[in-house]
């Protein structure tokens, strides 16, 4: 069985960051990501994610993905996935001794077709905090949360993510990730992973994101190899 995993990504990673949309301002993502595991391909064609700033230190988002479940011995299956729903408070500005610290809780709300193995069936939360520090070109992003999964036969459980990138120029950005999760499922065991990506800044306003990884524990099962493609407008 494919599970549906909701997208964790501070884009293109699954570790996220602290930092808030500013004040006024919108951020868009269009994005496709996709996870290839023993028993076939899942993921979103595409994912889109419009976060905006109503207030300082404040970002509100909505994610809708359109999901593919592409087993490999049964009839694959795309449409709506589960909305998401979040929020991030930025509640510690970066200084010389402290990271940058928010709160991103978000919850996924069961609109995908579960019996297509599109959707989770029950709402699920997600309660973390992340934190980020910089050092002249080099940036740290780290933390993690826990998961509530209200379905049946799912288990509550932790994620954690620890982040490395460098600007290499004015305009490109080379990163690392690694993270794990614990059981998500009765019997599935954890997982561990990392990935590599980049972020390339087309102007001020218009990104290109990727990145691709897989995992370092149960890999057969969980990740053989994942990808993330997308694209960010900011205005």
Request: aromatic share 12%.
């Amino acid at each position: 069985m494919l599970l549906v995993r909701t997208a964790l990504a501070g884009p293109p990673y699954q570790t996220d960051d602290p930092e808030p949309v500013a004040p006024g301002e919108y951020e868009l993502h269009i994005a496709s990501e996709l996870t290839k595991a023993s028993e076939g391909i899942s993921g979103s064609l595409p994912f889109l994610e419009l976060n905006c700033g109503p207030a300082p230190n404040l970002q509100i988002g909505i994610g809708v993905p359109h999901e593919l479940n592409d087993p490999d011995h049964a009839p694959s299956h795309s449409g709506l996935g589960d909305i998401e729903l979040s929020v991030k408070y930025r509640f510690q500005e970066e200084t010389h001794d402290l990271p940058m610290m928010a709160f991103f809780p978000m919850v996924a709300l069961p609109a995908g077709d579960s019996d297509e193995d599109l959707g989770n069936a029950e709402e699920q939360w997600f309660l973390p905090l992340w934190l980020q520090k910089n050092w002249g070109d080099w940036q740290s992003n780290a933390g993690g949360g826990y998961w509530i999964n209200h379905a049946n036969d799912a288990s509550n459980h932790w994620f954690f993510g620890w982040q490395l990138q460098k600007r290499i120029s004015g305009s490109w950005t080379l990163g690392g990730e690694i993270f794990h999760g614990t059981e998500e499922a009765p019997g599935e065991g954890a997982s561990t992973g990392f990935s590599i990506g980049s972020v390339y800044e087309l102007d001020d306003n218009n990104r290109l994101l990727v990145s691709a990884g897989r995992g370092l524990s149960n890999v057969q099962t969980l990740n053989q190899f994942s990808s993330y493609i997308g694209y960010q407008l900011n205005w």
